[in-house]
């Protein structure tokens, strides 16, 4: 048995061009049996592969790995995650984001340091939304809230909530079930995770000052190399069809 990707001629030009990706043809042929052919999905085809241990196979399994890891779609360039900063996060979030394009909503590089600016972006959002911080030591973390962030008397979110830091290598700290202090936010400043007198991270109202302490809500560990930083960026991302 052999495998090629799917080619077919056009009436017209005769020209030769590539199907879809998701498409793989397989030829059979034997001493016994009629040559025939075969058109199946990719994820068939992965799966036939599995069961399969010939070194032939293993250039396969690797192409089609590297289609499950596509990147997700960006509405603008972001300034503060990178491709492989990308390829973590969307990994690690909720089943109900996946596939769908992230669009920026708030970056200080774009509307400026300033906390109402950041709730007025968000104030017709219905969507989840990703916090991204880079700070003066270069260090990348921040949050994924079940909800847009908004002022708010009480907490709010649900257990979807994370933490995320790459410091250096990706760190994802989830809900612990301990309390449900996810998020709640004011004029003078945005607060995640909590409990015994220290939040998870905090954000002052001109998005120059922060801090990430342990906390119960996440059992998390600091998410900076330094308790209290100076922020250099910010950027806000919702996930939405």
């Given at each position: 048995?052999?495998?090629?990707?799917?080619?077919?001629?056009?009436?017209?030009?005769?020209?030769?061009?590539?199907?879809?990706?998701?498409?793989?043809?397989?030829?059979?042929?034997?001493?016994?049996?009629?040559?025939?052919?075969?058109?199946?999905?990719?994820?068939?085809?992965?799966?036939?592969?599995?069961?399969?241990?010939?070194?032939?196979?293993?250039?396969?399994?690797?192409?089609?790995?590297?289609?499950?890891?596509?990147?997700?779609?960006?509405?603008?360039?972001?300034?503060?995650?990178?491709?492989?900063?990308?390829?973590?996060?969307?990994?690690?979030m909720p089943p109900?984001?996946?596939?769908?394009?992230?669009?920026?909503?708030?970056?200080?590089?774009?509307?400026?340091?300033?906390?109402?600016?950041?709730?007025?972006?968000?104030?017709?959002?219905?969507?989840?939304?990703?916090?991204?911080?880079?700070?003066?030591?270069?260090?990348?973390?921040?949050?994924f809230s079940s909800?847009?962030?908004?002022?708010?008397?009480?907490?709010?979110?649900?257990?979807?909530?994370?933490?995320?830091?790459?410091?250096?290598?990706?760190?994802?700290?989830?809900?612990?079930?301990?309390?449900?202090?996810?998020?709640?936010?004011?004029?003078?400043?945005?607060?995640?995770?909590?409990?015994?007198?220290?939040?998870?991270?905090?954000?002052?109202?001109?998005?120059?000052?922060?801090?990430?302490?342990?906390?119960?809500?996440?059992?998390?560990?600091?998410?900076?190399?330094?308790?209290?930083?100076?922020?250099?960026?910010?950027?806000?991302?919702?996930?939405?069809?």
């Amino acid at each position: 048995m052999w495998c090629s990707r799917v080619q077919n001629w056009t009436e017209k030009s005769g020209a030769m061009k590539f199907m879809s990706e998701n498409i793989k043809v397989l030829y059979f042929a034997s001493d016994c049996v009629e040559p025939y052919v075969e058109i199946i999905t990719v994820k068939d085809s992965k799966r036939r592969l599995s069961l399969c241990s010939s070194e032939d196979s293993e250039p396969e399994e690797q192409e089609y790995q590297a289609v499950d890891d596509a990147l997700p779609v960006l509405s603008s360039q972001s300034q503060l995650l990178d491709d492989g900063h990308l390829q973590r996060l969307s990994a690690h979030m909720p089943p109900r984001t996946q596939g769908y394009p992230w669009h920026l909503v708030y970056s200080t590089v774009i509307h400026g340091s300033s906390l109402k600016t950041l709730y007025r972006n968000m104030a017709d959002l219905d969507s989840p939304v990703l916090l991204v911080i880079k700070d003066m030591h270069k260090k990348v973390f921040g949050a994924f809230s079940s909800d847009p962030f908004r002022i708010s008397k009480y907490c709010y979110g649900t257990g979807e909530t994370f933490l995320f830091s790459f410091n250096p290598d990706f760190q994802q700290y989830r809900w612990s079930g301990e309390n449900s202090y996810f998020v709640s936010g004011n004029l003078e400043s945005l607060q995640i995770g909590g409990g015994r007198g220290g939040f998870a991270l905090w954000l002052d109202a001109d998005l120059y000052r922060g801090s990430s302490f342990s906390c119960p809500t996440f059992q998390n560990a600091p998410l900076s190399t330094h308790e209290d930083f100076i922020i250099q960026d910010i950027e806000v991302w919702t996930v939405q069809n």
